[in-house]
């Protein structure tokens, strides 16, 4: 029994809510596909948290191993998932391999459908799941990711219903400054400081803006079948 399974939790939003939870003192397993980036993560929070950490390495796309993991830890009270593989998935649609559209089609959407298929009947409390803005802010370079962004949302909604009690929801971040972009080649800081100036918070977002966002949508009862826009006001730009 855990109380919180973070997949994806070995680095960005996903640390930062494991960073957030286990000092309240929650117990916490973080799954990533990477089992030394699983263990740097483990000692930096066992230096800094209060509740036990355990790491899983498992494939979010792949069915034996989400079905292991949901196997191994029996039961867990919440499960909020940030895996995803953007890998070569950026530009513009006729350029974008299709292999690199499928594997986030697998990991992001299929894998968080796999997330509700074997959490079935393990998980007691909430599943959440991550999209992103530009399910609703499209820039002509990112069409699959904003595709499988904005089914997540649909299969949170399916899932409350089918999984109820167990509610499921859908946190949407805007831009927010973690590892994922270093896989993009571009000039990272030029990018933020130019959005950070258009968006109605002024700036970009951070890893702990979207984990405090995850935390509420676990503890807060009432909340099923939504997403939760963390964004600093992109998409009213
Ligand atoms: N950062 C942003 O600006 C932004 C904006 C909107 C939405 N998002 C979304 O937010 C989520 C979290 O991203 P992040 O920014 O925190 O990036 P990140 O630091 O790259 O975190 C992603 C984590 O997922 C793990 N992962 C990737 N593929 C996996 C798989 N197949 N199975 C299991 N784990 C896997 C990675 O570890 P391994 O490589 O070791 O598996 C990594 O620890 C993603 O869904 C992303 O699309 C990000």
């Known amino acids: 029994m855990t109380n919180v399974m973070i997949i994806g939790g070995g680095s960005g939003m996903g640390l930062a809510l494991a960073r957030?939870?286990?000092?309240?003192?929650?117990?916490?397993?973080?799954?990533?596909?990477?089992?030394?980036?699983?263990a740097v993560a483990r000692t930096e929070l066992e230096?800094?948290?209060?509740?036990?950490?355990?790491?899983v390495p498992a494939d979010i796309g792949r069915e034996e191993d989400v079905a292991g993991l949901f196997a191994?830890?029996?039961?867990?009270?919440?499960?909020a998932v940030t895996a995803a593989d953007a890998t070569g998935v950026y530009g513009r649609t006729?350029?974008?391999?299709?292999?690199?559209?499928?594997?986030?089609?697998?990991?992001?959407?299929?894998?968080?459908?796999?997330?509700?298929?074997?959490?079935?009947g393990r998980v007691t409390g909430s599943i959440t799941y991550t999209s992103g803005i530009n399910a609703y802010r499209p820039n002509g370079s990112n069409t699959i990711v904003a595709a499988v962004n904005g089914a997540l949302a649909s299969l949170a909604y399916g899932l409350a219903v089918e999984l109820a009690p167990v509610r499921v929801n859908v946190v949407s971040p805007g831009w927010v400054d973690t590892p994922?972009?270093?896989?993009?080649?571009?000039?990272?800081?030029?990018?933020?400081?130019?959005?950070?100036?258009?968006?109605p918070a002024r700036r970009i977002g951070t890893p702990d803006d979207i984990a405090q966002a995850f935390v509420s949508v676990m503890r807060n009862g009432f909340i099923t079948g939504t997403v939760l826009h963390v964004d600093g006001g992109h998409r009213l730009t």
């Open 20 to 38: 957030t939870v286990l000092a309240d003192g929650m117990d916490v397993t973080i799954v990533g596909r990477s089992a030394d980036r699983l």
């Open 47 to 55: 230096r800094t948290g209060r509740g036990r950490v355990d790491t």
């Open 72 to 79: 191994r830890v029996k039961r867990v009270e919440h499960v």
């Open 94 to 120: 006729t350029g974008v391999a299709t292999a690199a559209a499928r594997t986030i089609v697998d990991t992001k959407l299929l894998g968080a459908w796999l997330v509700g298929k074997h959490g079935a």
């Open 180 to 199: 994922i972009w270093d896989q993009l080649g571009m000039d990272k800081q030029a990018a933020f400081a130019e959005l950070a100036g258009r968006l």
